[in-house]
């Protein structure tokens, strides 16, 4: 059998980072910088204050005390957007805002709460020394200094500095269009009737859900019978919008795969078998003449959470631009005893919790699923991690040492 290594990088070789496209910055929002950003501007562009108070000569406070105020008259009253270009003479001050421009001849900001707060006169109680509270022009960012490098996800920090430095747009790896489709003659749409031998589809649901959480535009396209022109047609659909196709359901032995037997005689798709469980049974390629890359997941619900972490992730973060890394990994000790196939690496659902009030640098424990059939939906929600037993170990008895993969659970 296909290690789990391999299978990865077969992925991963399948998809090319999407091509950069300019777009305005909300619409940039999660996808990833295609380029490096220079900054056009200094931040801040010029001098200002950061506190409410006066812009004075330092020099003409310098002997301020609570017993001896210094009195200076009052000259300019500057609010943030202020074009005023009026100097603070010697023996004089501007009232200033915070974030107003520093006048000349200004060499500091006394707070008000240094003052009595006269509007004509006011008496400084405390000296301030050059430079007190001036927020000086460029010392955040120079003009022409790197801004944010290539390949950085534009999350809420980043959105705010290309905001600061005037960028309306910028050039991006767009979130790559996810298409998902499940397939099956006794699937059901969910809130409708249900008949004998039938169930609700789930499997589009979870996939479309888990690739809108790593920052993908997915789409569900709900599930298609055993019909193979049926399979047929609705893919040719599907993969015109789409960068991605992934399927679930229809890859084993059964005599109704149906996504087995379309996709073989179409484009490039293999099948083939993964030393993994769950998740055995996949299958890669392309479809059509634009060669839109596809991934076939196995139909248990299970198996086909599991696969899209290990296997689609990767190849989804290539995509986007980013490093096709797999799950962070940490070390966790097992709370009770876990069982693996011989020969398959088993990911075993569980929870990971870093135990409150715990000693720093306390190891984390993961507890794992109750059930752990590839069926078993109820006991994967509340889960936030796969415990990983390698492909000679059966079986690890409480309190072992583990490998645990974290998923993530929203990344927006
Ligand atoms: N003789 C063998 N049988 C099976 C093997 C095998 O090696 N030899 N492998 C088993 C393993 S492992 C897996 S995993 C499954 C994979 O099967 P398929 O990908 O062909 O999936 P289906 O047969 O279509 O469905 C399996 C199971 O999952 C339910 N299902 C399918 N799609 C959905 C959906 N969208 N939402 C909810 N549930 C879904 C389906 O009803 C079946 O119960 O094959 C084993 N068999
Ligand atoms: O390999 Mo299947 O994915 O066990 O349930």
Redesign the pocket.
Known sequence: MKTVEQHITDLVDLVQPLEPRELDLLDAHGAVLAEPVTSPVALPGFDNSSMDGYAVRAADVAGASEAAPVSLSVVADIPAGSTSTQPVPPGGCARIMTGAPLPTGATAVVPVEWTDGGTTEVAIRRPAAEGNAVRRAGEDVRQGSPLLQAGVRVGAAELSVLAAVGCGSVSVRPRPRVAVL???E??VEPGTPIGPGQ??????F?LTGAARDVGCEAQRHG?IGDEPAEVLSTLERVIERADIVVT???????A??V??EVLSNVGTVRFE?VAV?????QGFGTVGDAAVPIV??????V??FVSFYLFVLPALRRLRGLAPDPLPTVRAQLTAPVHSPEGRRSYLRGVLEYGRGSAEGAIPTVTPASRQG??QLSALAGTNALIVVPEATTELPKDSLVDVLTLPLGEG
Do not use: A, R
Not at 199 to 204: A, K, L, M, R
Not at 277 to 281: E, L, M, S, V
Not at 296 to 301: D, E
């Open positions: 499940s397939t099956g006794e699937l169930i609700w589809e789930s499997n589009s979870m599930f679930t359901g229809g890859v084993s032995m059964g109704y795969d996504v087995k078998q469980q769950p998740g055995k049974p076939t997941l196995p139909g248990n619900p198996s086909s590839s069926h």
